[in-house]
């Protein structure tokens, strides 16, 4: 039996156009409504696009949560080097407290953390994209020569404070809680150092 050539796929391409108008539709909605349970065929519309184009970019809402996040926070990490300890981690959490409690990006942490409860691929793809914040404190609390577990625990608490507040209490993640925050987290004992 003789085999049939594989017909060329004949679907659109893909429109960067539509898919910059997409990134942007999804945090104006999210800001907009306050809630986390925008649906794909909200965003299309806001973008003016048909679902199916949605589906050609990302497999999933979550997906699409990240890559709009991604996109919004595209800044640098801070990496302060002030040359006190203290001082570095404090400046650090004030700017990550301030970009992840500004909108669009609070109702978009909060919707991607949503959807990573129900989808692993999602749950893994956000560990990702917050890896590169939690390596950058890290940083700043081994400076010392602190215990890597010790450090490891540290990060924790001070992302745990981060999502708790975005999350759970929605209480402000203001530049003082930052500053305590940065107080304790630099008071804690470090194994390392004797």
């Not at 990496?79 to 609070?106: I, K, M, Q, Y």
Request: charged residues 25%; positive net charge; contains cysteine.
């Amino acid at each position: 039996m003789e085999s049939k050539p594989v017909r060329a796929h004949t679907g659109r391409k893909r429109n960067d156009a539509a898919k910059q108008a997409i990134l942007r539709a999804v945090p104006s909605l999210l800001a907009a409504a306050d809630r986390i349970d925008v649906t794909m065929s909200e965003i299309a519309a806001a973008a003016c696009v048909g679902k199916q184009t949605i589906y050609r970019w990302w497999p999933s809402r979550g997906a699409l949560l990240l890559d709009a996040m991604s996109e919004w926070a595209s800044g640098a990490v801070p990496e302060p080097r002030t040359g006190n300890r203290r001082d570095d981690v404090a400046a650090f959490l004030r700017a990550t407290f301030a970009a992840a409690s500004t909108p669009p990006a609070d109702a978009l942490l909060r919707a991607i953390l949503a959807d990573a409860q129900r989808d692993r691929q999602v749950a893994d793809q956000l560990a990702e994209f917050v890896a590169v914040r939690r390596n950058a404190l890290a940083a700043i609390l081994a400076r010392d020569g602190a215990n890597p577990d010790d450090v490891e625990l540290l990060v924790d608490q001070a992302f745990g404070v981060l999502w708790y507040r975005l999350s759970v209490t929605r209480a402000p993640l203001s530049g003082k809680l930052a500053d305590r925050l940065a107080d304790s987290l630099c008071a804690a004992p470090a194994s390392g150092n004797p």
